[in-house]
């Protein structure tokens, strides 16, 4: 297991180095931020003492390994639109994000798993029926679309939940939550479904298949043979079996709902990383934005591991060494 976890570690890193690699090269091409900071009256002589102070004008190599050693010591820099450090104020929308994932996961997981293994037990009830219509609309319709449509009728129409912002917050050391208030629950209500809908529709069809297949296999003739209940088949064996798929897709969905929350958020004006990396872009903000990235970037490769050691605890059939078999 250590040797398996360095392994995965050193994959990680090597990862890491070519993200931090390609967002250098890549916002080296995004255009001049020194017109993001300065006036329009701004004289000649005084853009190029911004450029000198930025180490704009530094060899590539040389603005390269000053970057790649700021990121090491986990510093990105001071933000040419807020003049604050990136740290700072990805440190400050982080929580905000954060939930809003969390939110979206755990709903995306329950509800997909029951909806999964109702329409995998019960398929030829009205009610998998129309489950499966939802999982097609989930999955058809964009989620900017679906977030519209979720505040025109649970906001404008009814008023029965906010359409933009957190609510109000608690502050616990550095950092904040909605979960301790009435209005910040309200608030995670509308962006959370709207994030997790996708992810849902998706586990619960992938469920809904591994389900049928397992149903199918001979262990579980096997087990309703040995007389244990309808319930203990379709729990313990049959569903156990099925996580393993399970726990790939909700993994690595995880890390998109992290990373494409930008749409949510600015639909719902969720003061989140993926609006300020909204906002960086239309400023040409580039430390905000090799920031976002390279944080991206770390979230799907410690999920990555985090899944890699589950399927060991789910499968012991994957602690065996290559070329043998149980």
Sequence with gaps: MLAFLLRRVIQAAAVLAVVGLITFAMFRFAGDPV?????????????????????LDDPVLVQFVRYAG??????????????QPVSQLLAERMPATLELAFCA????????????????????????????????????????LIGILLIYLFSVTLGWLPS?????????????????????????????????LFQMTLIMRLVRAEMLEVLRTDYIRFARARGLTTRAVHLRHAL???????????????????AFSIITETVFQWPGMGLLFVQAVQNVDIPIMSAYLLLVALIFVTINLVVDILY???????????????
Excluded: H
């Excluded at 700021?70 to 003049?83: D, L, M, P, T």
């Excluded at 060991?312 to 149980?326: E, F, K, S």
């Design 105 to 144: 996961t755990v709903f995306a997981l329950v509800v997909g798993i029951l909806m999964g293994v109702y329409c995998a037990l019960f398929r030829e009830s009205w009610l998998a029926g129309l489950f499966q219509a939802v999982s097609l609309i989930g999955i058809s319709l964009p989620t900017f």
């Design 35 to 55: 017109n993001q900071i300065v006036g329009p009256d701004t004289t000649v002589a005084e853009r190029a003492q911004i450029r000198t102070d930025l180490g």
């Design 312 to 326: 060991t605890v789910v499968d012991p059939r994957l602690r065996l060494p290559a070329g043998r078999t149980a």
């Design 240 to 258: 156990k079996n099925t996580l393993v798929p399970v726990i790939t897709i909700a993994g690595l969905q995880l890390g998109s709902v992290i």
């Design 164 to 196: 933009y912002g957190r609510g109000d917050t608690v502050r616990l050391g550095w950092w904040t939550t909605g979960f301790l208030t009435a209005s910040g629950l309200k608030a995670l209500i509308l962006p959370s479904v709207t994030l997790g």
């Design 70 to 83: 700021n990121v090491v010591r986990g510093q990105f820099g001071i933000s040419y639109q807020f003049r």
